[in-house]
């Protein structure tokens, strides 16, 4: 039995330049994410019968990969070229979809790299994050972008670099642990109620990218100012960078936002928020607030949402347990 432990992760700056309609294009796009301590758990064991059985949100038991319904689970079977005799389940900290957390892209390293560990493979960060990509974009052609997969793998504050020629360059941001606790003693993410499925707003996105290529610019040069003053261990610019990035995502499609989360993000910033973005593609589910911490709770109470406690996660995808 193998079981991986890979965390969700939350996106600073930058979100949407990692579409490769826009860096391949006009590229570099730029991200600053960060992993968290809110996991997907995937367990993979063999099975005497020969069969596949998976169990996610619905259960499958499936004579060959070829009658597998779950599209990441049957391509990532293929791709390690295993056939049959093995079960996998899934647990997540937070629903799995449609949240804004990468989840789907967190599924499916974690599932990977379980998937190695079954076949006695061993399997780099890197490899994990561009066999993720594979799958995702080239395969199942689901349109989306690239810093899922490698904020997933690789863990830790990340600023990440996606490059005309689909290479990727990862520069760990160095943060004193003072500043680091403090960033994370500041951020508050609340949970809207609501969630939805990326995939439209990718789509709408993508359209408009050659429309929308001077937010997409701007939007790279904040998350430059950002990860410069994380550089210099300053973290005092977060709130205000993350509004900028906030104000010019919202410009990209029309269904990244909606009134109702405009009126909770304003009365978020009259009850002392310094800044902040909803998290993901957009649409619903987290809300990602800086603002000092003794503010938290005046923001949480004026906007009656629950909020999800959460602290970095430093090691990316890993092996939880692993016994014969």
């Known amino acids: 039995m193998i079981v991986t432990k890979t965390p969700l992760r ?21 991200v600053i994410s960060a992993a968290i301590n809110k996991y997907i758990y995937i367990i993979v064991n063999k ?11 619905i259960t499958e038991i499936v004579d060959n990969v070829d009658q597998i319904k779950h599209p990441s ?79 997933s793998s690789f863990g830790g504050i990340q600023y ?14 160095s943060l004193s642990e003072t500043s680091k606790r403090r960033l994370k003693d500041n951020l508050l993410m609340l949970y809207t109620g609501t969630q939805r499925k990326s995939t439209e707003i990718h789509k709408l ?14 939007m790279r040069e904040i998350t430059s100012d950002l990860y410069d003053s994380f550089e210099k261990d300053i973290i005092d610019n977060t ?42 593609a957009g649409g619903s589910g ?7 911490k003794e503010k938290h709770n005046n923001i949480k109470n004026y906007l009656k949402l629950n909020a999800e406690p959460f602290d970095f996660d430093n090691q990316g995808s890993r092996i939880a347990y692993i016994a014969d």
Request: glycine share 12%; hydrophobic share 35%.
């Open 205 to 218: 996105q993508a359209q408009e990218v050659p429309n929308k290529v001077e937010s997409y610019s701007k």
């Open 160 to 173: 990440m670099e996606f490059k005309k020629d689909e290479s990727v360059m990862l520069k760990p941001i």
């Open 286 to 292: 987290f809300l990602l607030f800086y603002a000092e």
């Open 47 to 57: 099975k005497f019968d020969g069969k596949i059985r998976i169990s996610y949100s």
């Open 73 to 151: 689970v049957r391509e990532a079977l293929r791709l390690l070229g295993i056939s049959g005799g093995i079960e996998i389940v899934s647990i997540s900290d937070i629903p799995s979809e449609g949240t804004g957390l990468g989840s789907s892209s967190t599924f499916l390293v974690g599932l990977l790299n379980a998937l190695h560990a079954f076949k006695g493979e061993k399997t780099s960060k890197k490899q994990l994050a561009e066999e993720a990509v594979k799958i995702e974009r080239e395969i199942l052609k689901e349109p989306g972008g690239k810093q899922d997969q490698y904020i």
């Open 10 to 30: 939350i996106t600073f700056t930058g979100g949407g330049t990692d579409l490769p309609s826009f860096y391949k294009e006009y590229g570099p796009g730029t």
């Open 239 to 280: 709130g205000r960078l993350l509004h900028e990035n906030w104000i010019l995502k919202k410009q990209l499609a029309q269904s990244i936002s909606n009134p109702e989360i405009d009126f909770l993000y304003n009365s978020a910033l009259k009850e002392g928020a310094q800044g902040g973005k909803l998290i993901g």
